[in-house]
């Protein structure tokens, strides 16, 4: 029996990781590698944030936990509503070791808002309704809210990027790693536990908005704060080390990230606009949502927050519009809600959707012949029917087909909202480069991560899975079925799915032929 610290950092990417402890930057990260072990880690298909973190801490693919994305569709409607930790369906790392009586201390992990009632303490997530920092309501027990009511989401909208906004954000950002780091480990030296995590959230911020100053080769390149990419790692690197100091002698460590990074190209993708000029898709003149853009320009960021929480119902209204306002479902069989991080595509489904075009029984037909004609398409790679990639109880709340695109020339393409006259590709306009949240930021998320642990594992390779079940082994748990299995103390597919497990603790055909494609997919094996 023993403690795990686990500390998260965001969209860390592998090779810049790889490339920067080599260098000699990332010295505390490069001492858990030499000491213990580090992996590349396989993530969600797609990489999101929400469900990946959610898949993490629930050793539990999206099937079964069921959170796909920020939002979801609400049933028999053609409206979206914002997810939250209620909607969480499987039992998280906390709420296990709640259980078992051992004392956890969870702080800014995504998808944790509201706080959850826990043995130890919570501070949710930057998914907390559009907060800057922690209200009462962001923190359990409340008592606890005046120790950590400076802890810092992005206090900076991320929308729209006018001039000075990068060298703002970049000090922003330092200035909260320091913020959070202090608060970490006031409360790690302070109380006792037996499973700490905490969340940095800044390597995902920094590398969507610099990545083009970054990468001399990337076709949105421009000159700026080359170096900003790097110093948030070299930030986060300190802030690991102090932590782990701050934690004390005698615990397991693991330093894990959602997903990694790449640059984003210079071409648009308006996957409705593909869906129309090959008859899945009809438009018809968009309502104006005015009040949506008014909200983003005009409404100081702290204070949207507030206006999110009392009119949460309105906002996912004005969202719904925003998406799908320019579609005439009555002769509509197919459509996208268009989002950069999670390129989808839903079926107008008889019988599930109000208008719906498509009959029940022709449904697996229609979705194979529609992956078939968009994996013709040259921007996407793959096109699979959500059973493909997931499995479990909640399958049924993804969208019908989940796409992997295609990286041109190593950069990936931008999904934007299509309106009608738009051409399915179109070249970025210059002056689009620098993107922003909604209009195509310059760095995308990709699928692999990192782990490292501060213990030795036989592992060549994991999978985002694979965390909890490792944390539940170390504190001496017993491990409840879930996919992914532990790092340490069992052997694991690496360079071959042909590994060597017992019946009792080996994948199932299933689960060996999703890690397959996504080992493959990430190019772990041919």
């Given at each position: 029996?023993?403690?795990?610290?686990?500390?998260?950092?965001?969209?860390?990417?592998?090779?810049?990781?790889?490339?920067?402890?080599?260098?000699?930057?990332?010295?505390?990260?490069?001492?858990?590698?030499?000491?213990?072990?580090?992996?590349?880690?396989?993530?969600?298909?797609?990489?999101?944030?929400?469900?990946?973190?959610?898949?993490?801490?629930?050793?539990?693919?999206?099937?079964?936990?069921?959170?796909?994305?920020?939002?979801?569709?609400?049933?028999?409607?053609?409206?979206?509503?914002?997810?939250?930790?209620?909607?969480?369906?499987?039992?998280?790392?906390?709420?296990?070791?709640?259980?078992?009586?051992?004392?956890?201390?969870?702080?800014?992990?995504?998808?944790t808002y509201p706080p959850e009632?826990?043995?130890?303490?919570?501070?949710?997530?930057?998914?907390?309704?559009?907060?800057?920092?922690?209200?009462?309501?962001?923190?359990?027990?409340?008592?606890?809210?005046?120790?950590?009511?400076?802890?810092?989401?992005?206090?900076?909208?991320?929308?729209?990027?006018?001039?000075?906004?990068?060298?703002?954000?970049?000090?922003?950002?330092?200035?909260?790693?320091?913020?959070?780091?202090?608060?970490?480990?006031?409360?790690?030296?302070?109380?006792?536990?037996?499973?700490?995590?905490?969340?940095?959230?800044?390597?995902?911020?920094?590398?969507?908005?610099?990545?083009?100053?970054?990468?001399?080769?990337?076709?949105?390149?421009?000159?700026?704060?080359?170096?900003?990419?790097?110093?948030?790692?070299?930030?986060?690197?300190?802030?690991?080390?102090?932590?782990?100091?701050?934690?004390?002698?005698?615990?397991?460590?693991?330093?894990?990230?959602?997903?990694?990074?790449?640059?984003?190209?210079?071409q648009v993708l308006h996957l409705?606009?593909?869906?129309?000029?090959?008859?899945?898709?009809?438009?018809?003149?968009?309502?104006?949502?005015?009040?949506?853009?008014?909200?983003?320009?005009?409404?100081?960021?702290?204070?949207?927050g507030a206006l999110f929480r009392?009119?949460?119902?309105?906002?996912?209204?004005?969202?719904?519009?925003?998406?799908?306002?320019?579609?005439?479902?009555?002769?509509?069989?197919?459509?996208?809600?268009?989002?950069?991080?999670?390129?989808?595509?839903?079926?107008?489904?008889?019988?599930?959707?109000?208008?719906?075009?498509?009959?029940?029984?022709?449904?697996?037909?229609?979705?194979?012949?529609?992956?078939?004609?968009?994996?013709?398409?040259?921007?996407?790679?793959?096109?699979?029917?959500?059973?493909?990639?997931?499995?479990?109880?909640?399958?049924?709340?993804?969208?019908?087909?989940?796409?992997?695109?295609?990286?041109?020339?190593?950069?990936?393409?931008?999904?934007?909202?299509?309106?009608?006259?738009?051409?399915?590709?179109?070249?970025?306009?210059?002056?689009?480069?620098?993107?922003?949240?909604?209009?195509?930021?310059?760095?995308?998320?990709?699928?692999?991560?990192?782990?490292?642990?501060?213990?030795?594992?036989?592992?060549?390779?994991?999978?985002?899975?694979?965390?909890?079940?490792?944390?539940?082994?170390?504190?001496?748990?017993?491990?409840?079925?879930?996919?992914?299995?532990?790092?340490?103390?069992?052997?694991?597919?690496?360079?071959?799915?042909?590994?060597?497990?017992?019946?009792?603790?080996?994948?199932?055909?299933?689960?060996?032929?999703?890690?397959?494609?996504?080992?493959?997919?990430?190019?772990?094996?041919?």
């Open positions: 029996m023993g403690r795990f610290l686990l500390i998260g950092l965001d969209g860390a990417e592998p090779s810049l990781t790889e490339q920067w402890m080599g260098e000699g930057h990332l010295p505390n990260l490069s001492r858990l590698s030499e000491r213990g072990t580090y992996l590349p880690l396989a993530s969600t298909c797609p990489p999101i944030t929400f469900p990946a973190w959610n898949s993490c801490v629930t050793g539990v693919n999206p099937g079964r936990h069921g959170v796909f994305d920020f939002t979801e569709l609400i049933r028999g409607t053609y409206q979206i509503r914002f997810l939250n930790s209620t909607f969480r369906k499987t039992p998280a790392i906390w709420n296990l070791a709640s259980e078992a009586g051992k004392r956890v201390g969870i702080l800014g992990v995504p998808g009632t826990v043995n130890g303490f919570m501070v949710s997530g930057f998914d907390s309704p559009v907060a800057t920092r922690p209200e009462r309501s962001c923190v359990f027990p409340p008592t606890l809210y005046p120790d950590v009511r400076e802890w810092r989401y992005a206090d900076f909208q991320e929308h729209h990027l006018g001039a000075g906004w990068h060298e703002n954000a970049l000090r922003s950002m330092l200035n909260t790693i320091e913020i959070k780091e202090k608060i970490t480990c006031n409360l790690l030296s302070r109380e006792p536990w037996d499973f700490f995590m905490v969340v940095f959230g800044e390597s995902d911020t920094v590398a969507h908005h610099f990545w083009l100053f970054h990468d001399p080769a990337s076709p949105r390149h421009c000159p700026g704060p080359a170096m900003a990419i790097r110093d948030i790692y070299m930030r986060l690197d300190a802030a690991v080390g102090r932590i782990i100091e701050a934690a004390g002698p005698e615990m397991t460590v693991g330093v894990v990230s959602d997903h990694g990074f790449g640059g984003a190209g210079d409705n606009a593909w869906l129309a000029e090959h008859g899945y898709l009809a438009f018809h003149r968009p309502k104006n949502n005015l009040l949506k853009q008014l909200a983003l320009t005009t409404i100081p960021t702290g204070v949207r009392h009119f949460q119902g309105m906002a996912a209204r004005l969202e719904s519009r925003s998406r799908f306002s320019a579609i005439d479902w009555t002769r509509t069989t197919a459509w996208s809600e268009e989002l950069n991080y999670f390129p989808s595509i839903h079926v107008n489904l008889g019988g599930r959707e109000p208008q719906g075009q498509v009959k029940p029984e022709e449904y697996a037909a229609f979705v194979q012949r529609l992956c078939g004609e968009l994996e013709s398409w040259e921007p996407v790679e793959h096109a699979w029917p959500r059973e493909t990639l997931y499995h479990g109880p909640y399958v049924d709340h993804a969208p019908d087909v989940i796409l992997e695109l295609a990286l041109k020339n190593s950069y990936s393409y931008t999904c934007r909202k299509s309106v009608p006259g738009n051409m399915p590709i179109q070249p970025l306009l210059p002056e689009e480069r620098f993107g922003g949240k909604e209009h195509g930021t310059a760095g995308t998320h990709r699928g692999a991560g990192v782990v490292f642990l501060s213990e030795k594992s036989e592992a060549h390779a994991a999978r985002i899975e694979d965390i909890a079940p490792t944390v539940l082994q170390t504190l001496g748990m017993e491990v409840p079925p879930m996919d992914g299995h532990s790092l340490l103390g069992r052997e694991l597919p690496g360079d071959s799915i042909d590994h060597k497990m017992d019946s009792e603790q080996a994948y199932s055909a299933e689960e060996e032929a999703i890690l397959a494609a996504r080992l493959r997919a990430l190019g772990y094996i041919e």
